[in-house]
C-alpha cells in the first residue's frame, strides 16, 4: 500500500523543444485527451519554458504521448528539483526510496548525463556536477555505452541568450522514460519525398495537425484540398485511413509540370498512393479523387473523424472553384446537346477565402463524427488580426488557436474546432442573429495584403541600398 501510496503522487517532467511554441500546449491537451487524462501542471507552471511538471499521470500515460509528440524532446521521472543544488539535494533525499531502490541496485547498471538549457558546460564542469551527486544510494555499476537505467541532471539558465546567469535559475533531477518522435521531421522531410508540390506541407506541421486533431488507430480522415497528401502522410503514420480531393486534375493524378529543381515534367510514379507507400503506409490509403471542395459530392452523414486541410490562400496556389459569372444559356427542352463543348462550364470561377472557410465548416459540421475535429490553417494580416477574425460555426466549438508568423506582417494560424452537436435547420441562419457566425470579408483580401506587404519591403531595401551608394 506504501508503495502504491507514493507510486500515485509521482511528477513528471517534460523537456520541450523551442520551436513553434504555441503548438505545445494543444498537442500535449490532445495526447493525454486520447488517454482520458486531463493537463495538470504542477505550480509555477510557464508555457514558454522548456520544461514542463506534469501531475496525475502514470508512466504508462507519459510513454504514450512521447509515443507520438513532435513537441516534446524527453520525459522523466521527477526525483528532484529546486532553485539551487542545495534545494535539490534536499528535495531528492526526501524522495521515496522504495521508488529509488529498483533502480539502484547492486545488480544494475546506470548512466547519469547532465544537459543544460541556454549554456554549454565544459566536460570538466560536467563531471564535478555528477559527483556532487554521490549522496544519492547508487549501487550498482555504471554503464556509459548500454544501461539499464538512464538518469538526467537538467538545469535551466532560462530563455534570453542574451543575458545568460552564472547560475541556474532552475535545476531537475530524474529517470528517463522515454524520447519524443522528433525523428519524424528528418525522416518524413519534404525534401526526400516522392511526390511533392509547391505547398507540400512541412513534416513537423503536418504532425502537429495530425495531434492536434487526435487522429488514432482506424479513424477516416479527410483532406478537401489534400493537394500532393502531406497530411494524409502523417495521419497514416498513427494508423488511420486516409482519403482526400483537390480540385487540381494534375495534382490528384500525379501529372505535368515537376516541383523539383532540374526536374521538368513529373515521373509516372509520382503520386499520393506513392508517398504511403514510400513509408510503409500503403494499406492506410483509400483514396484520392477530383472535385470542387464547393460542391461536396458525400453523401449527407457523419463519415470522418477528423477533416485536416490547408486551404489555399491564393498566394503559390490559386482559390478556385467550378463554374462561371457568365450566364449559361440552357438549351429549349427536348434539345439534345451533340458534344462537350456544347454543356462544358468554364472552370474559372474564384473562390473567395471567406467562403472556402465557411463551406469548409458548415461540410465539417455535416460530415464529422461527434467529438471529432477540424484542423486547417488560417492565414492573416497581421496588423488587422483580432480573434473574432477566426470563422465560427454553431455546431463546432474553438479548441486551440496557434500562429506560425511568415513575415513580419503575415501569418497563418493554425485552428482546431470540435463537433459538438450535429446540425440543426436553424444553423444556417445562426449568422442573422449572431454576428459571431459571419463571414469575415477581410479574408478575401489577404493575398492583396501579402504583396503590398512584400512590395512596402522591397521599396524599403531598394532605398537603403541607394543611400548608402551615394
Known amino acids: 500500500m506504501a508503495a502504491f501510496s507514493s507510486r500515485s503522487c509521482l511528477q513528471y517532467l517534460l523537456h520541450l523543444a523551442q520551436d513553434n511554441l504555441d503548438f505545445r500546449l494543444p498537442e500535449i491537451k490532445a495526447l493525454l485527451a486520447l488517454r482520458g487524462k486531463p493537463f495538470r501542471p504542477c505550480e509555477n507552471f510557464r508555457e514558454k519554458s522548456p520544461f514542463w511538471c506534469l501531475d496525475g499521470l502514470s508512466e504508462e500515460d507519459v510513454r504514450s504521448i512521447m509515443a507520438r509528440s513532435v513537441c516534446a524532446k524527453s520525459a522523466f521521472e521527477l526525483w528532484g528539483h529546486g532553485q539551487t543544488h542545495s534545494e535539490l539535494r534536499t528535495s531528492l533525499l526526501n524522495f521515496p526510496s522504495d521508488i529509488m531502490s529498483p533502480f539502484m541496485h547492486k545488480d544494475s547498471t546506470y548512466r ?31 554503464s556509459l555505452k548500454n544501461p539499464q537505467h538512464i538518469f ?17 535559475i532552475y535545476i531537475y533531477f530524474g529517470r528517463w522514460i522515454a524520447d519524443g518522435q522528433r525523428d519524424l521531421i528528418r525522416s518524413h522531410s519534404v525534401k526526400n519525398r516522392h511526390f511533392i508540390g509547391n505547398t507540400s506541407m512541412d513534416a513537423g506541421l503536418s504532425f502537429f495537425m495530425a495531434n492536434h486533431a487526435r487522429v488514432k488507430q482506424d479513424d477516416l480522415v479527410f483532406d478537401p484540398f489534400v493537394g500532393t497528401g502531406s497530411l494524409l502522410v502523417a495521419c497514416s503514420h498513427f ?34 498512393r506513392a508517398n504511403l507507400r514510400q513509408y510503409g503506409t500503403q494499406k492506410m490509403y483509400v483514396d484520392v479523387m477530383v472535385s470542387d471542395a464547393s460542391k461536396p459530392v458525400w453523401r449527407d452523414a457523419a463519415l470522418f ?35 462537350f463543348e456544347d454543356s462544358h ?26 467529438g471529432g475535429r477540424l484542423v486547417y490553417w488560417l492565414p492573416v494580416y497581421r496588423p488587422e488580426y483580432c480573434e473574432e477574425m477566426v470563422p465560427l460555426h454553431p455546431c463546432l466549438q474553438l479548441i486551440s488557436n496557434c500562429e506560425q508568423t511568415l513575415s513580419s506582417h503575415t501569418s497563418r494560424r493554425l485552428i482546431t474546432m470540435e463537433k459538438i452537436k450535429e446540425p440543426e435547420e436553424f444553423d444556417s441562419l445562426a ?8 463571414a469575415y470579408q477581410g479574408h478575401n483580401a489577404f493575398r492583396e495584403k501579402y504583396f503590398c506587404g512584400l512590395n512596402k519591403k522591397s521599396t524599403k531595401e531598394n532605398n537603403k541600398s541607394d543611400g548608402s551608394g551615394d
Open 239 to 272: 494508423g488511420a485511413y486516409v482519403c482526400g480531393t483537390d480540385i487540381d486534375y494534375n495534382t490528384i493524378h500525379g501529372k505535368g509540370r515537376s516541383s523539383r529543381k532540374n526536374q521538368k515534367w513529373r515521373g509516372p510514379d509520382e503520386n499520393i
Open 152 to 168: 538526467c541532471l537538467l538545469e535551466d539558465y532560462g530563455t534570453d541568450p542574451n543575458n545568460i546567469p552564472e547560475h541556474p
Open 112 to 142: 547519469i548525463n547532465v544537459y543544460t538549457f541556454n549554456k554549454t558546460l565544459l566536460f570538466t564542469d560536467r563531471i564535478k556536477r555528477i559527483d556532487a551527486l554521490e549522496y544519492l544510494p547508487f549501487e550498482g555499476t555504471v
Open 431 to 438: 449568422h442573422l442573429s449572431d454576428p459571431r457566425f459571419s
Open 345 to 370: 462550364v468554364p472552370v474559372s470561377q474564384a473562390y473567395h477565402l471567406s467562403d472556402i472557410f465557411t463551406d469548409l465548416l458548415n461540410f465539417s459540421a455535416h460530415h464529422l463524427v461527434m
Open 305 to 339: 473523424d477528423a477533416i485536416i486541410t490547408d486551404p489555399p490562400y491564393g498566394i503559390r496556389e490559386a482559390t478556385r472553384r467550378t463554374g462561371s459569372h457568365k450566364d449559361i444559356a440552357k438549351p429549349a427542352e427536348g434539345v439534345l446537346l451533340h458534344s
